[in-house]
């Protein structure tokens, strides 16, 4: 990882008494997670810089943990007085009791899985400008047609110390660069969008793989495709999903139902499961914090919990879900690296990292040449997904009608409605060309954190299309 630099200046001494002062009420557990970051993001707008924004955060979270309870404060100010404050704010969960002596901490080593030899954070001003002007022109130089340009990049520096209650100390330097282009494209009082975004835990070599200008002319290219594209079929029809960026369908609508706290609250629809077939033979789903340099992965989650590799359903099987400490006690299992918090000012919950549906043996052809009429769905704005019951709402962007085994026109105004576990079971081909999306996504769930995914081409044989015409 890049070198760490200590911003908080903490004593061994110190540290000693402020997890005493957390467990000092009867608290089963505390951990201390102290952050700093730097933040960076520009933003042109019709060829001028419209912002140009750095922030610099510094503080330490408190948490204390009692059963199934919380406490939790924060402090922004890394005296002993002040940090002595927040735990006893924290430890008031606990009701007096005896306190458990906390551990002589050690450090716990782990892999990196985002090494860099430069950052972003460290590039020059005029540099950064310099991107973001390259993706501007590409996308406005693409055809008359695009209106307007926009383009952000943000990139960020995250330095982190945690330290728990039962005697570990870990360390992290988190990097992250993101570059997003969205072109508005008009004719004829017809706008469209078009967006490209990514990035990941990367440094400035992410351009030498993929330029601004690629981003830019790729955003244009959308929104141009968009402006010849027929209105959507309404009705029940086979969906293709494509590679890489479809995977957020699997996030929302299986991913999220698959987080520990809704398990062990009893609000997911996958709840009381584990070993029930949820899925078709063709689904093993994954979530691994190990991706190298993949948006969503992290070295160790906000725990102190190494990440690694989760299956979650494993041939249509649920195998068990995403863990922080909490609920694995609950559960009397072990945390899976999915305790994840926004920052310093957060307690950590159940999230996910990278998730992904895992790779198939069908050539996308054979998947393609099998479809009599459906549509294949390239990428997504988004989606929404009710926890309770799986039911999923997503907006695609690029989308194509297939008729006769064969891609016809690009169609527009569409919505993809279903069930998570009705339309896993529905999977009939997994392709053989897996990849993981180019960072883009961001997952809010009460607090917003980077995620990744990642589908090869899969086939579902039917999912509620919300369209203009009738199919």
């Known amino acids: 990882m890049p070198d760490y630099i200590d911003h908080f200046g903490i004593s061994d001494e110190d540290i000693e008494k402020v997890v005493s002062t957390a467990l000092s009420r009867g608290c089963d557990f505390s951990d201390l997670f102290f952050e700093h970051s730097i933040e960076n993001i520009i933003t042109m707008e019709e060829g001028i810089v419209k912002e140009g924004l750095k922030a610099v955060s ?12 919380t406490g939790y404060a924060y402090t922004e100010e890394l005296s002993l007085e002040k940090m002595r404050k927040a735990a006893l704010t924290a430890a008031a969960i606990a009701d007096s ?18 090494p860099l030899d430069r950052l972003t954070t460290d590039e020059p001003l005029g540099r950064k400008t310099g991107w973001i002007e390259q993706a501007e022109k590409a996308a406005r130089d693409s055809d008359p047609s695009i209106v ?72 244009a290219r959308q929104a141009l495709l968009l402006l010849e594209a027929i209105d959507a079929p309404a009705g029940q029809m086979e969906i ?73 359903i494993e041939n249509g099987i649920l195998k068990g879900f995403m863990q922080d400490r909490i609920s694995a006690s609950f559960f009397a299992t072990s945390p899976t690296g999915n305790g994840r918090r926004e920052s310093y000012r957060y307690p950590p919950m159940p999230r996910m990292t990278v998730t992904y549906l895992a790779n198939g043996e069908t050539d996308p052809g054979e998947i393609f040449s099998s479809t009599k009429k459906g549509i294949y769905c390239k990428s997504f704005k988004g989606g929404q997904v009710d926890i309770s019951n799986g039911d999923f709402v997503f907006v695609p962007i690029e989308a194509y009608l297939v008729e006769n085994g064969k891609i016809t026109v690009p169609v527009k105004n569409l919505t993809l409605t279903g069930n998570g576990p009705e339309v896993l079971s529905r999977v009939t081909h997994v392709g053989n060309d897996f990849a993981f999306s180019d960072g883009r996504w961001t997952c809010g769930k009460g607090q917003s954190v980077p995620v990744g995914v990642g589908l090869p081409t899969i086939k579902i044989s039917g999912i509620t299309v919300g369209g203009s015409e009738l199919g």
């Open 58 to 69: 510094l503080g330490v979270g408190i948490r204390c943990v009692k059963g199934e309870g």
């Open 97 to 114: 009791g005896s306190a458990p002596a906390p551990a002589s901490y050690r450090e716990i080593e782990h892999s990196n899985y985002y």
């Open 148 to 219: 307007k340009v926009s383009v952000t990049l943000a990139d960020s520096l995250r330095t982190v110390r945690l330290i728990t209650s039962d005697g570990r100390s870990l360390r992290d330097v988190r990097p992250m660069t993101r570059i997003s282009v969205s072109a508005i494209g008009e004719r004829n009082g017809n706008r469209q969008v078009g967006i490209s975004s990514g990035g990941g835990r990367i440094g400035p070599g992410y351009f030498a793989e993929k330029t601004p200008a690629e981003h830019g002319s790729e955003a």
């Open 240 to 312: 293709i999903l494509a590679p890489a960026e479809s995977g957020i369908l699997l996030h929302e609508s299986v991913g999220h139902p698959l987080e520990a706290d809704f398990i062990r609250k009893k609000t997911s629809a996958y709840t009381g499961r584990v070993g029930d077939k949820v899925a078709s033979e063709l689904v093993t789903v994954i979530d691994d914090g190990t991706i190298m340099h993949d948006r969503g992965s992290l070295n160790f989650d906000d725990e102190g919990v190494l990440t690694e590799p989760t299956v979650l």
